[in-house]
């Protein structure tokens, strides 16, 4: 089925915009979870969005809009060892906001056995949810077998072989809701040994690789083995199935490794990882550690162009999406963008019959010539932790489309602290302070105020990202009204919101800094 063009409205940054988008349809299992598919962008309407849409809400009461922001906050607290926390992380809390039904958006925390240090990630889902899914379960696994030396891999072996208990790799810090296939976990058990196998027989007694090493090749291992698995099949047609909408769905990753004072961050896509840092005065800055891989990426416009032969380079990235469709320059997944066209024949000529019927699998992207155009090859940036680093944000872009990265750390880092700065703040022409503006907000503060005691700062950063206003405080009408959106409206305003907040304790990094 050859692209569609769609003219859509989307709600960004305060105003209405209208983009111009490429319609696919999904695979089946997914056709209701992703309407905007591998765009990237907001789902297309069968009919036009008329501002009529935006009444369909309906007024939430404080109660009702806290029991929406806080179903799927989480939080985790490191454990204390005689009355003293000896981590460089306190601890870490999180939350989900769907617009997609069910969300596409997946979030994954645990911490290191066999190693050290903790690892959070990220993942938005495009096209559905199973890629997603199928990374939160797997990739910090691989991970973790990527960083373990060579003596532990083949101690791991011999018990594997032997068929003696193994010692668990990760601790996972997960909320109740979080899905885990258990179908699936044999086939991923055994890709998995297929992997330290290969470690094994390509290294050396003494080999231990460094962070960053262990990240790239985790990042790209699974790829790999996601679009092996979908080429192989399985005889179960449950789990062949599953394979196949994992491959030919996808998701950007974003993934930090938190180690004492060392802060590695691996991102593919446009997930970003964000640091708070305390200035004197106890104000807090944004430092950024992680570039999106999208179209507003030099570096990454000169990367895909070089890739491709010159023929190509008017068609490569059009209207700022991989060739038309995509908005992640890099992702897990999305082997539409990687195959052949004969592979991708071959498999889905073999697949269950349901994949047949959707229209979405036999569509190949246009001027699709020299394929692979995706990669999950992540970007790496290390930082090591100084005592004013205060905490890390991690957000799908759901986040970042609706603050300012400096607006994101300002919330939380008061929030965190309870301090909130005084700064005067423009209305209207007139300068006015806070403290002049108590009148004004006088009657919404007593409506609301009791109810926005958040015990998750990732909750209350989200409810600031839904309901900020011009002022920069929280509108309760505007995020009641944001929050009532139907499904199908929904997603034309926002996309899913998943935030990961950790934080740090500035005297074991200033005890490690000396």
């Excluded at 036009?48 to 939430?60: E, I, K, P, V």
């Excluded at 101690?155 to 296939?181: C, M, T």
């Excluded at 800055?285 to 008017?314: W, Y």
């Excluded at 999305?334 to 195959?339: A, I, T």
């Amino acid at each position: 089925m050859a692209a569609t063009s769609h003219l859509c409205r989307v709600w960004r940054g305060g105003e209405l915009r209208k983009l111009q988008v490429s319609s696919c349809q999904l695979l089946p299992s997914c056709a209701n979870h992703s309407a905007h598919a591998v765009t990237r962008c907001p789902p297309l309407l069968s009919r036009r969005f008329s501002a009529s849409a935006q009444h369909c809400s309906y007024m939430l009461t404080p109660p009702q809009v806290n029991s929406i922001l806080k179903a799927n906050e989480f939080s985790f607290k490191v454990p204390e060892f005689d009355g003293k926390n000896l981590s460089s992380v306190l601890g870490f809390e999180s939350n989900q906001l769907p617009a997609n039904a069910p969300i596409e958006d997946r979030r994954s925390a645990a911490s290191l056995l066999q190693t050290r240090g903790m690892l959070l990630g990220v993942f938005d889902g495009h096209a559905g949810c199973a890629c997603a899914q199928a990374l939160s379960e797997r990739l910090f696994y691989y991970i973790a077998v990527s960083m373990l030396p060579h003596e532990t891999l083949q101690e791991i072996e011999n018990a594997v072989e032997s068929g003696r208990a193994v010692h668990p790799f990760l601790q996972w810090h997960k909320h109740p809701h979080d899905y885990f296939s258990r179908e699936a976990q044999a086939l991923y058990f055994s890709s998995l040994r297929t992997y330290w196998q290969e470690l094994l027989d390509l290294g050396c007694p003494g080999d231990q690789p460094t962070v960053s090493e262990a990240l790239v090749s985790a990042f790209k291992r699974l790829d790999n083995d996601i679009s092996l698995e979908a080429q192989v099949g399985d005889p179960n047609a449950f789990l062949h199935y599953w394979v196949l909408r994992v491959a030919f769905s996808g998701a950007t990753a974003c993934v930090a490794h938190v180690d004492g004072n060392d802060l590695h961050i691996a991102n593919a896509g446009d997930g970003r990882a964000v640091l708070g840092v305390q200035e004197p005065d106890g104000s807090f800055t944004a430092h950024t550690l992680s570039n999106d891989h999208n179209a507003q990426n030099e570096d990454e416009l000169t990367r895909i162009r070089r890739d491709h032969p010159p023929s190509e380079v008017k068609t490569v990235v059009r209207q700022d999406r991989l060739l038309g469709l995509l908005m992640p320059f890099r992702a897990f997944g999305d082997v539409k963008f990687k195959w052949s066209i004969d592979l991708q024949k071959r498999v889905l000529e073999s697949g269950p019959d349901a994949l047949h019927e959707n229209e979405h699998t036999k569509f190949i992207p246009p001027n699709y010539h020299t394929p692979p155009y995706l990669t999950a090859e992540p970007e790496l940036t290390y930082h090591r932790l100084r005592p004013q680093d205060r905490f890390l944000v991690i957000g799908s872009d759901g986040l970042w489309e609706t603050l300012h990265r400096q607006e994101v750390v300002r919330v939380v880092g008061q929030y965190l602290t309870g301090v909130h700065q005084q700064q005067p703040i423009t209305v209207g022409g007139y300068r006015v302070t806070l403290g002049q503006m108590q009148g004004l907000l006088l009657e919404r503060k007593a409506r609301v105020s009791s109810t926005f005691e958040d015990q998750n700062a990732a909750t209350h950063l989200m409810r600031h990202a839904v309901g900020n206003n011009e002022f920069g405080t929280v509108d309760h009408e505007r995020l009641s009204k944001m929050l009532s959106l139907p499904e199908e409206l929904a997603r034309m305003y926002r996309d899913d919101i998943t935030i990961i907040i950790a934080q740090f304790n500035p005297h074991v990094l200033g005890a490690q800094q000396s």
